[in-house]
């Protein structure tokens, strides 16, 4: 997982093959699968995404 980082909060990621859920969103599920996260006040847990701007890596 690659981080771009605030001075104190993670801002963005791109999480390679990983598998988690959206808890604080739409609940979209991931499995062994490429895609990127979003931190926000909103969204203190961050909020995960497929992106259109990368292919996935295996």
Request: hydrophobic share 30%; net charge negative; aromatic share 6%.
């Amino acid at each position: 997982m690659n981080l771009l980082l605030s001075q104190v909060h993670r801002v963005k990621a791109l999480d390679v093959n990983g598998s988690h859920s959206n808890k604080c969103t739409d609940g979209q599920t991931w499995v062994c699968q490429t895609h990127k996260h979003e931190w926000s006040e909103v969204c203190p847990d961050g909020h995960a995404y497929t992106p259109t701007d990368i292919s996935a890596t295996r």
